[in-house]
């Protein structure tokens, strides 16, 4: 049943007091911004899921190096049931090297888990990959990964606009 103060549109929604359209990606930010830190955290990882899961190979295979460098043995071993280690472990470790093939075997959920994980452990990480993201031509029209770097851009301008102790 549809709200009676809103109509889909094409574009996105759009509220009947204002009159004007509200695009799907605003919408989605403005919804992060306004949640909590646990739901805040999982948003972002069904966003690196749903970037992942739409990117071309070679993305993929990109973003898969950049979230697996931080981690270590143990964390490739116990996350999506061992798929990052057998990946990890193939070019002898520490020597990460994610091959085209291997963007096959990783499911859009183990991605998600990856993504749950680094968030734990290097967020640096999660900024140099939505800058990857940004940079890769094949992404400009992606939805997710225009909210992706919509959060990450906001949470950089309002990291400098914080006072210097």
Same mark, same amino acid.
């Given at each position: 049943m549809q709200r009676p103060y809103l109509v889909a549109a094409n574009e996105g929604i759009i509220p009947e007091t204002s009159g004007g359209p509200i695009p799907i990606n605003d919408l989605v930010v403005e919804v992060f911004e306004s949640s909590e830190p646990p739901m805040k955290r999982r948003m972002?990882?069904?966003?690196? =899921?749903? !970037?992942? %899961?739409? !990117?071309?190979?070679? &993305?993929?295979? $990109?973003l898969l190096e950049k979230l697996m460098r931080p981690l270590g043995a143990l964390s490739l071993i116990t996350l999506a049931g061992g798929v990052f280690a057998r990946i990890g472990f193939r070019g002898g470790w520490p020597n990460l090297s994610v091959q085209l093939e291997? #963007?096959?075997? &990783?499911?859009?959920?183990? #991605? +998600? %888990?990856? &993504?749950?994980?680094?968030?734990?452990?290097? /967020? =640096? /990480?999660? +900024?140099? %990959?939505?800058?990857? +993201?940004?940079s890769a031509p094949a992404? /400009? =029209? $992606?939805? %997710? !990964? !225009? #909210?992706? +770097?919509?959060?990450f851009l906001k949470r950089s301008i309002e990291r400098r606009k914080l006072p210097r102790g």
């Open positions: 972002l990882n069904v966003l690196f =899921g749903r !970037a992942y %899961a739409i !990117a071309p190979a070679d &993305v993929r295979k $990109s291997d #963007v096959q075997n &990783v499911r859009n959920s183990d #991605v +998600i %888990a990856l &993504v749950d994980y680094v968030q734990q452990v290097s /967020t =640096g /990480t999660l +900024i140099e %990959a939505v800058r990857m +993201i940004e992404m /400009t =029209g $992606s939805g %997710a !990964a !225009a #909210v992706l +770097i919509s959060i």
